[in-house]
């Protein structure tokens, strides 16, 4: 049996897409048929993206995103679903990390990770769930009733990592966030689910897996490598396609095997 995971006409909004596997989402939903709309506060990376997905065909639109601040959040979602058209797909990816031994963490370092890990994402989930919740209940337009969440946790929200023990509590928060939106808004047909990645080589730490510290941490590994921001392509699809249609409230590790 084949499957056609084909998301043409669907609108799908990345924040975090920025770099790293914001971006990656970002190119693999513009693949599957998807409007993409790149949010972050690096509008320029945010312009370079853009260009190379239209210029492989795909459909790409760029907003300003500020995910600690309210108004920025209001304003965006406002823009995007006048601009380009309803949110279908929220893929809620911007997140930051510190490290530290808890010992050291300060108020800043402390507020730093949880208003864009916890609060942020909850706030951006809230404003277009409230959009897709309208759409739903008939008292907005809209040609796609319900909506697909899908909310970057981490294998670290799953098993606590040394010295990054804030950043493990607000993934942990970002999983009971995911179950909790799954069990309210899954009756209008809105699908929330939690991606828990592992280890992914990225530009943003490509250079650690070089160091001695890098090397040590590949080799305790499960299978002894680090993955690729591609690794996660096939499940995202899949989480924001229609063939995801009995899948709400899942958290899913794509780890490599390393919170076994």
């Known amino acids: 049996m084949a499957y056609n995971m084909d998301l043409s006409g669907r609108v799908a909004f990345i924040t975090g897409a920025s770099g790293g596997l914001g971006a990656q989402f970002a190119k693999t939903l513009a693949q599957a048929g998807a409007a993409v709309v790149l949010a972050s506060r690096r509008v320029d990376k945010l312009k370079e993206l853009r260009a190379e997905i239209t210029g492989q065909g795909g459909d790409a639109h760029t907003i300003e995103l500020d995910v600690t601040d309210h108004a920025s959040i209001k304003a965006a979602v406002a823009h995007v679903e006048t601009e380009v058209g309803p949110i279908d797909i929220l893929v809620?990816?911007?997140?930051?990390?510190?490290?530290?031994?808890?010992?050291?963490?300060?108020?800043?370092?402390?507020?730093?990770?949880?208003?864009?890990?916890?609060?942020?994402?909850?706030?951006?989930?809230?404003?277009?769930?409230?959009?897709?919740?309208?759409?739903?209940?008939?008292?907005?337009?809209?040609?796609?009733?319900?909506?697909?969440?899908?909310?970057?946790?981490?294998?670290?929200?799953?098993?606590?990592?040394?010295?990054?023990?804030?950043?493990?509590?607000?993934?942990?928060?970002?999983?009971?966030?995911?179950?909790?939106?799954?069990?309210?808004?899954?009756?209008?047909?809105?699908?929330?689910?939690?991606?828990?990645?592992?280890?992914?080589?990225?530009?943003?730490?490509?250079?650690?897996?070089?160091?001695?510290?890098?090397?040590?941490?590949?080799?305790?590994?499960?299978?002894?490598?680090?993955?690729?921001?591609?690794?996660?392509?096939?499940?995202l699809v899949m989480l924001c396609s229609d063939q995801s249609h009995f899948i709400n409230g899942a958290v899913i590790s794509a780890d490599d095997g390393f919170a076994v």
């Not at 899954?186 to 080589?201: E, L, Q, R, S, T």
Request: proline content about 4%; charged content about 20%; hydrophobic content about 40%.
């Open 92 to 235: 809620n990816n911007s997140g930051v990390s510190t490290t530290q031994r808890l010992q050291d963490v300060t108020p800043q370092d402390y507020d730093f990770i949880f208003d864009t890990n916890v609060k942020g994402a909850f706030f951006v989930a809230q404003e277009v769930g409230k959009r897709m919740l309208a759409r739903a209940k008939g008292t907005a337009p809209g040609g796609f009733t319900g909506g697909r969440i899908v909310n970057i946790a981490s294998m670290a929200g799953l098993r606590v990592l040394p010295q990054i023990g804030v950043y493990c509590m607000s993934k942990s928060a970002v999983i009971q966030m995911t179950k909790a939106m799954a069990v309210e808004w899954g009756k209008f047909g809105i699908n929330v689910n939690a991606i828990c990645p592992g280890y992914i080589d990225t530009e943003i730490n490509h250079h650690h897996w070089e160091t001695e510290g890098g090397k040590k941490l590949v080799q305790m590994l499960p299978r002894k490598r680090v993955g690729h921001p591609q690794d996660l392509d096939a499940l």
